[in-house]
């Protein structure tokens, strides 16, 4: 949350509505403080993400599980990760092109993260939507004939 007290990102939330999901009553406390003023609305603790999922255009978060739940719905994606389990999810992320990795949020310093949200400002629409297709190819419901199929490609 420090990232955004000192309003450096000002230009990026003006005029524009913003759902946060947060895990604690303290953490909704903290970013509704440092982010007064902006069109602002904190869900803690949902049952589900699925209808703040349908409702966003843009969807930052975490490298883990629910980067899927947001690929299956088609969601453009700002990951980050904060686990070391989530390392290898945003190798491939990176690699298979499904999104947009800041990296380890835990490591990096404001510049750093800064000179990575410049990046991600400056992306293209066409590279957004091919990002979104691999997605949808990645998702498609067909796991298990998908994996046949790489199985039998690798094979020979």
């Known amino acids: 949350f420090e990232l955004f007290s000192k309003r450096k990102y000002k230009y990026f939330f003006d005029n524009k509505k913003i759902e ?7 953490e909704q406390k903290i970013l509704q403080a440092i982010l007064y003023g902006y069109k ?7 049952p589900s993400l699925l209808p703040v999922y349908q409702s966003s255009d843009l969807f930052v978060g975490a490298c883990g599980v629910a980067f899927l739940e947001r690929a299956c719905v088609g969601l453009w994606q700002l990951n980050f990760w904060v686990a070391d389990n989530q390392s290898e999810i945003a190798e491939t992320i990176e690699k298979e092109e ?7 949020i835990r490591k990096l310093d404001s510049k750093e993260i800064n000179q990575e ?13 091919q ?16 994996f046949l199929k790489k199985c039998l490609e690798v094979l020979g």
């Open 117 to 129: 949200l410049n990046k991600f400002l400056k992306l293209k629409k066409e590279t957004i939507f």
């Open 98 to 104: 499904l999104g947009f990795v800041i990296g380890d």
């Open 40 to 46: 602002l609305k904190t869900h803690v603790r949902l």
């Open 20 to 26: 946060w999901v947060v895990s604690s009553d303290e």
């Open 131 to 146: 990002s979104i297709e691999r997605v949808f190819k990645q998702v498609d419901g067909l796991g298990a004939n998908n």
